[in-house]
Every structure is written in structure tokens, then in C-alpha cells.
Nanobody
Framework: QVQLVESGGGLVQAGGSLTLSCVAS????????MGWYRQAPGKQREWVAS???????IYADSVKGRFTVSGDNAKNTMFLQMNSLNSEDTAVYYC?????????????WGQGTQVTVSS
């Protein structure tokens, strides 16, 4: 089992930046890929970005060039640096992990952290 805990959400003005963190615990050695999803009010959950155990990073088109996913293996932590935020980025952001080599992880989920962008 893997436990994931997100942090770093909050209120930010449009054009601003925010960094989210996701700390993994438990059977972290089994993780093959980690990623971020988000869910805005009234919308379906949307995949945002992923990073594999080999350091391969992929992004949704909606965040490419503005968001950066990274990891600190020593601290079992994944980050999402978000720049040039706009109101469409307002959502609950979820961390996810997978033991399989999938580009969109889905085995384990965090509880989510709220990001609100004010215009």
C-alpha cells in the first residue's frame, strides 16, 4: 500500500505561482509513476502531468509551458510548480501513483488540495 498526502494549495492571484507537494509513504519502492490530476467544480477529473521513476515527464496541453512536475526521490516527494495561473486552473488538485508503467497513474490517490486563482 502507498499513502499520498498533498499540500501547498491556496489562494493566488491570476498570473501568480504556486507549488504543490505530494509526499508518498508506505511501499514507495513499488511506485513506477506519479502524477497530478485536478477537478474543477462541475467538471470531471482531468489529468495534468506525470513523472516516471526514470524521470520522464509529460504534461496535458492545457498546462504545458506553465507547469513543471519534479521529484525528490530521497524525500519520496513529488512537486508541481505552477506558473502564470489563471482562473481555469482553479480546482482541487490530486496526487496519484501507480505501480505499473502507465503514463496516467491511478492505483493510489491523495485527498486533494484546493487551488483557487482569483482574477
Amino acid at each position: 500500500q502507498v499513502q499520498l498526502v498533498e499540500s501547498g494549495g491556496g489562494l493566488v492571484q491570476a498570473g501568480g505561482s504556486l507549488t504543490l507537494s505530494c509526499v508518498a509513504s508506505g511501499s514507495v519502492f513499488s511506485i513506477n509513476v506519479m502524477g497530478w490530476y485536478r477537478q474543477a467544480p462541475g467538471k470531471q477529473r482531468e489529468w495534468v502531468a506525470s513523472i516516471t521513476s526514470r524521470g520522464i515527464k509529460i504534461y496535458a496541453d492545457s498546462v504545458k509551458g506553465r507547469f513543471t512536475v519534479s521529484g525528490d526521490n530521497a524525500k519520496n516527494t513529488m512537486f508541481l510548480q505552477m506558473n502564470s495561473l489563471n482562473s481555469e486552473d482553479t480546482a482541487v488538485y490530486y496526487c496519484a501513483a501507480d505501480t505499473n508503467a502507465k503514463l496516467r497513474p491511478a492505483d493510489y490517490w491523495g485527498q486533494g488540495t484546493q487551488v483557487t486563482v482569483s482574477s
